[in-house]
């Protein structure tokens, strides 16, 4: 069976992903065009790019992700200093790191560019801080005079993950100057609505797997210092857009895997942590799948 599939933000929390997708697989579901948001986007990216469930735990089981935090050498020689880059760097790593792996995984497959992929295979939401604006890549590449037949999926990809802060937003080049892009999950963290409509009719069922609890679960969040409020709002920020969309009807079509306990940016998680989010993952698939009617 064949569906259109959307995978949101969240981080290090996506690991949860390889499960979904391993139980998904196993029912015989394959996916006719993927889109994604920051971590939903890399593993999305992997599946429009033909990886099973197997070489995608395979891929990620083999990969140290502290190697990607690649940070910039150091300046001074007192640790505290070093955080004063962050204010000309906009980020405390590079993401180049990031965006190599990516890339050595897909061209493995035979994909550099979105030329590569059948089109609208794959579709990745990054925000453009220059500008105030969502965009959708790489459908609107052309507002930026950039060609989608050269546009590394790659690039593409660490672009919609480039977290805030945490790494260093990309510096993207175009006719009319430099744009700053960063993690598309800060204007839609789960795009549902991109596969909402097809000429006024649904062509196949669209599936959405998103990192957190139902809507109407959703826990009230603990605001007691400013950490903590920094916290809530960027995650109101994220979410505010999407769960406005989404309605009873769409929500019977979503995975919820709820992630508790794992910090977004938790790179250094253990063995036993990475093996319980993937496992999450496929049991919250099963049920779902056991009530899911099309």
Same mark, same amino acid.
């Given at each position: 069976m064949?569906v259109?599939a959307?995978f949101s933000g969240? $981080?290090?929390?996506?690991?949860?992903?390889?499960?979904a997708y391993e139980?998904?697989?196993?029912?015989?579901? %394959?996916f006719s065009?993927?889109? @994604? %948001?920051?971590?939903g986007?890399?593993i999305a990216?992997?599946?429009?790019?033909?990886y099973t469930? !197997?070489?995608?735990?395979?891929?990620?089981?083999? +990969?140290?992700? %502290?190697s990607?935090?690649?940070?910039?050498?150091a300046l001074?020689? +007192?640790?505290?200093l070093?955080? +004063?880059?962050?204010?000309?760097?906009?980020?405390?790593?590079?993401g180049?790191?990031?965006?190599?792996?990516?890339?050595?995984?897909?061209?493995?497959k035979?994909?550099?560019?979105?030329?590569d992929?059948?089109?609208?295979?794959l579709?990745?939401?990054v925000?453009?801080?220059?500008? $105030?604006?969502?965009v959708?890549?790489?459908?609107?590449?052309?507002?930026?005079?950039?060609a989608f037949?050269s546009?590394?999926?790659?690039?593409?990809v660490?672009?919609?993950?480039?977290?805030?802060?945490?790494?260093?937003?990309?510096?993207?080049?175009t006719?009319?100057?430099?744009v700053?892009i960063?993690? $598309? @999950?800060?204007l839609?963290n789960?795009p549902?609505?991109?596969?909402?409509?097809?000429?006024?009719? !649904?062509?196949?069922?669209? &599936?959405?797997?998103?990192l957190?609890?139902n809507?109407?679960?959703?826990?009230m969040?603990?605001?007691?210092?400013?950490l903590?409020?920094?916290?809530a709002?960027?995650? %109101?920020?994220?979410?505010a857009?999407?769960?406005r969309?989404i309605?009873k009807?769409?929500?019977?079509? &979503?995975?919820?895997i709820p992630?508790?306990?794992?910090?977004t940016?938790?790179?250094?998680?253990?063995?036993?942590?990475?093996?319980?989010?993937?496992e999450? $993952?496929? +049991?919250?698939t !099963?049920?779902f799948l056991?009530?899911?009617t099309y």
């Amino acid at each position: 069976m064949q569906v259109d599939a959307v995978f949101s933000g969240g $981080g290090i929390k996506g690991l949860a992903f390889i499960g979904a997708y391993e139980e998904l697989e196993a029912k015989g579901i %394959t996916f006719s065009r993927l889109a @994604g %948001t920051s971590a939903g986007s890399i593993i999305a990216s992997l599946i429009a790019a033909g990886y099973t469930a !197997q070489e995608v735990n395979n891929a990620l089981n083999e +990969l140290d992700l %502290t190697s990607i935090l690649d940070k910039r050498p150091a300046l001074f020689p +007192l640790k505290i200093l070093n955080w +004063l880059p962050l204010y000309w760097r906009l980020g405390l790593y590079k993401g180049q790191a990031l965006e190599n792996w990516i890339a050595e995984r897909l061209l493995a497959k035979g994909i550099k560019t979105f030329a590569d992929l059948p089109p609208g295979k794959l579709r990745v939401i990054v925000s453009d801080l220059t500008n $105030g604006k969502m965009v959708v890549l790489p459908d609107d590449l052309h507002k930026y005079d950039l060609a989608f037949e050269s546009f590394s999926v790659a690039k593409a990809v660490r672009m919609s993950c480039s977290i805030p802060y945490f790494f260093e937003p990309v510096q993207l080049k175009t006719s009319k100057g430099k744009v700053v892009i960063v993690d $598309g @999950g800060v204007l839609s963290n789960f795009p549902m609505w991109l596969f909402e409509h097809d000429g006024g009719k !649904q062509k196949r069922p669209v &599936i959405g797997l998103k990192l957190s609890h139902n809507y109407k679960d959703k826990p009230m969040k603990k605001i007691k210092n400013a950490l903590q409020l920094f916290e809530a709002l960027f995650a %109101t920020m994220m979410d505010a857009h999407d769960a406005r969309y989404i309605s009873k009807k769409h929500v019977k079509n &979503i995975i919820f895997i709820p992630t508790e306990g794992i910090v977004t940016t938790e790179f250094s998680i253990t063995e036993e942590k990475k093996s319980a989010l993937i496992e999450f $993952g496929k +049991l919250r698939t !099963q049920d779902f799948l056991k009530r899911w009617t099309y």
